[in-house]
């Protein structure tokens, strides 16, 4: 299972939220791309950015960021927040980010997926963020009235690479991953899952490790890296035990 750290990035710098407010904010770093560099040092084999900026916007907002992180790893990066045209799709795999995460277009525009899908395979990643099961759009300030296992359906056979699930009142809490959502989800569809929100030491991992024979592929995490309440090389080396 990989072990993905995020790299969250607004107003230029890197930062985490709880449950995606814009008015809980911590900075840990005003150099997301030495952040970056820090995490692929330490073993990490896939990065996981976020543009919280363009989330919030609805547009990309921190592309030279971005592209200053990509320049200095070696390692995949993926990439979501505000991507919501072809255009934007296309800029940054040009950029040479390896994977972009469409969450609230995808939601809204189906038909968008299943289109980057055939013009990129194997690069577009569908992003399902949850409040007590129901979908959450436009940077998590709407909740939706579906529930996250149908959105997921609606991908199956369309050549989506992965869905990243949050867990949105697990995000930044670090309270524990959200075992029984992410199983489910795992077990409705035959895409590879990627668990997102809560994560807050190793006995999370060890927890969600039994999820991979059901299609869970990885985890993110980043409150509990930053804080130093998570080692990442020891996570690594238990998921791969």
Known sequence: ???????DIKMGRCVRLLQGRKDSETVFSDNPSAMAARWESEGAELLHIVDLDGAFEKSPQNIEVVKGIVDRVEIPVQLGGGIRT???????LDLGVSRVILGTEAIQNPSFVYDACQRYPGKIVVGIDARDGMVAIDGWTETTKRQAIDVAEEFEGQGVAAIVFTDINKDGMQRGVNIDATRQLAQSVS?????????????????LLPLE???????????????GELDLKQAIEISRA
């Not at 299972?1 to 790299?7: E, H, R, T």
């Not at 072809?86 to 940054?92: G, P």
């Not at 899952?193 to 006995?203: H, L, R, T, Y």
């Open 1 to 7: 299972m990989l072990i993905i750290p995020a790299v």
């Open 86 to 92: 072809m255009d934007s799709v296309a800029m940054y």
């Open 213 to 227: 024979e059901l299609g869970v592929q990885g985890v993110i995490t980043g409150r509990a890296l930053y804080s």
């Open 191 to 207: 895409i590879p899952v990627i668990a997102s929100g809560g994560v807050s030491s190793i006995d999370d991992i060890k927890t």
